[in-house]
């Protein structure tokens, strides 16, 4: 299951992992529900390699401001804390899992 990346915890999640996902995602967002599944499926086939977690704007704007989140769903993919490679809107599985390796 991804882990829920708030606010108040983003930090903390940051300097306990190397390889980090976080889908930037809205309850109301039809592209963001398309895309939970995958990211729900990606967070259980990598757990113990990389951290995948999901972020609600509506409830973190601190977060969603700091990488300047524009549109959802919005996919950041962070090595040590960097971000090295944005994805914004839906996209398959396959897409999401090539940029996964390359942060690994």
């Not at 930037?24 to 951290?51: N, S």
């Not at 959802?72 to 390796?101: D, M, Q, S």
């Amino acid at each position: 299951m991804a882990k829920a990346i708030t606010d108040a915890n983003y930090e903390q999640i940051l300097a306990d992992n190397a390889s980090v996902v976080i889908d930037f995602w809205a309850e109301w967002c039809g592209p963001c529900r398309m895309i939970g599944p995958i990211v729900e499926e990606l967070a259980g086939e990598y757990a113990g390699k990389a951290l995948i977690g999901k972020c609600d704007v509506d409830e973190n704007n601190v977060l969603a401001s700091k990488y300047a989140v524009r549109n959802i769903p919005t996919l950041l993919f962070l090595k040590n804390g960097e971000v090295v490679e944005r994805h914004v809107g839906y996209a398959p599985k396959e897409a999401l899992v090539e940029k996964l390796n390359k942060i690994l």
